[in-house]
């Protein structure tokens, strides 16, 4: 079953601002410290040092804020944006305003509120970047060290200072951009799967009830076909051979009846069971066996590779019916030569079960399951729908290849339950 992403935008949105804003602010820091200690800058520490210590606390009350149940909207993350610009306005009012060669930071608030939020929202950002810039051009406080120092090779101070600004800025552009597009393309993804899962159920409730009113329907045919085998048993009294296929057609009308019945007492119930636990091995044993009474026809070999262990699984009688699907499908393609083999590791139990029959076609093969089409001539693929859905809905999923020495392997993948997990 697909699960919601955990985190809506804004909530994502809102712990990447705070992971850009401890490194911003951690370089920033730094770069003071390397500042005043190696280049002996002339700056006001006490309030420098106190809108980064502010600044910082603020970004460890965020991450507070995010374990709290309560959404992040917009417009708070919008307040967050503006705080930003407000600490960053500060820090270079102390450090030579538009003279800093970091001031060009300024377009990463600006650059990611226009990916992130709103139209509205954003023209709020550009116009405080856009003030904070021109504020930063008539009141500063002068540090000559940075438009006057030249480091290494005759680079100015300046020019080194806008080259990191550049890998800063850059680096936290792409890092922010990418994520955000990541989640993006992720929640369009599951909204995709879940118009798919949404059409698929629609599809299943369609055919369930058709099936429920055709079980009905089926009641009354299968009784006078019932009464009239009976009458022709008495009848073929003389004949053993024709008295052995009257007991057969007998044999498989009466357990068309009790497939039906079981069917409507199932939906006359209206409850869905919870699924059962059950050893892999004795439950796929005995389903093949009763398989085996519907279908004297056919020859079957059953093979337990795995030797460590007993796995369990979740079963029902709808998974039950999924595999015995597969088996038909399998036994219409070769009856003379079937083989189920079971194996496991430590997070699934595998089914595979592989015919010689003419294969997959190649046309077809990424379709099956999905929709209604089928490998027989006659067949409709509701089988096989109806098989994909129900493994789908225990956590497992079907395949189908084409053996490389002929016929068609069919793998039925489902989760391992682990001891003492409840279903």
């Known amino acids: 079953m697909l699960q919601p992403l955990p985190l809506s935008t804004p909530n994502r949105n809102l712990v990447r601002l705070?992971?850009?804003?401890?490194i911003t602010w951690t370089g920033f820091l730094a770069a003071i410290i390397f500042g005043i200690e190696v280049l002996g800058f002339q700056l006001h520490v006490l309030p420098v040092i106190s809108v980064i210590v502010a600044m910082g606390l603020f970004n460890v009350a965020t991450w507070w804020?995010?374990?709290?149940?309560?959404?992040?909207?917009?417009?708070?993350?919008?307040?967050?944006w503006l705080v930003d610009i407000a600490g960053l306005s500060l820090l270079f009012y102390y450090t030579g305003g538009s003279t800093n060669p970091f001031i060009t930071y300024l377009l990463v608030p600006l650059g990611i509120?226009?990916?992130t939020l709103p139209w509205p929202y954003a023209w709020v950002i550009a116009l405080a970047a856009t003030a904070s810039y021109t504020t930063m051009m008539l009141f500063y406080q002068s540090v000559p060290q940075l438009t006057n120092s030249t480091i290494v090779f005759g680079v100015q101070l300046h020019t080194l200072g806008m080259w990191l600004n550049f890998i800063l800025s850059g680096s936290?552009?792409?890092f922010f951009i990418f994520k955000?597009?990541?989640?993006l393309r992720r929640r369009d993804m599951t909204?995709?799967?879940?118009?798919?899962?949404?059409?698929?159920?629609?599809?299943?409730?369609a055919v369930a009830t058709q099936a429920a009113g055709t079980a009905h329907e089926l009641g009354t045919p299968l009784s006078t076909m019932a009464v009239l085998l009976k009458e022709m048993r008495h009848e073929a009294s003389q004949q053993p051979a024709l008295v052995e296929d009257i007991d057969l057609l007998r044999n498989q009308v009466d357990t068309c009846k009790q497939r039906l019945q079981t069917l409507v007492a199932n939906a006359d119930r209206r409850r869905l069971e919870k699924p059962e636990t059950r050893r892999a091995t004795p439950w796929l044993e005995n389903l093949i066996q009763r398989w085996l009474v519907l279908r004297p026809d056919v020859h079957h070999r059953l093979e337990v590779l795995g030797k460590r262990g007993q796995p369990s699984?979740?079963?029902?009688?709808?998974?039950?019916?999924?595999?015995i699907n597969l088996l038909n499908n399998a036994a219409d393609a070769s009856p003379e030569a079937i083989v189920t083999s079971l194996d496991w590791d430590a997070e699934e139990v595998v089914i595979d079960i592989r015919d010689n029959g003419p294969g997959v076609p190649m046309s077809i093969?990424?379709?099956l399951g999905d929709t209604f089409i089928s490998t027989k001539s006659k067949g409709m693929g509701i089988g096989l729908f109806l098989t994909h859905a129900t493994v789908s809905r225990f956590g497992g999923g079907v395949s189908l290849y084409n053996h490389e020495e002929g016929g068609t392997l069919t793998e039925v993948k489902l989760p391992r339950v682990k001891a003492g997990e409840s279903l």
Do not use: C, K
Request: cysteine-free; charged content about 20%.
């Open 18 to 22: 705070t992971i850009v804003r401890g």
């Open 65 to 80: 804020r995010l374990g709290r149940p309560r959404a992040v909207t917009n417009t708070e993350y919008l307040l967050h």
């Open 113 to 115: 509120a226009a990916a």
């Open 172 to 174: 936290l552009l792409t």
């Open 180 to 183: 955000m597009a990541h989640t």
């Open 191 to 205: 909204l995709s799967r879940t118009r798919e899962a949404a059409l698929r159920n629609e599809q299943i409730l």
């Open 313 to 323: 699984i979740a079963v029902d009688a709808t998974l039950e019916q999924a595999l």
């Open 365 to 367: 093969a990424d379709q």
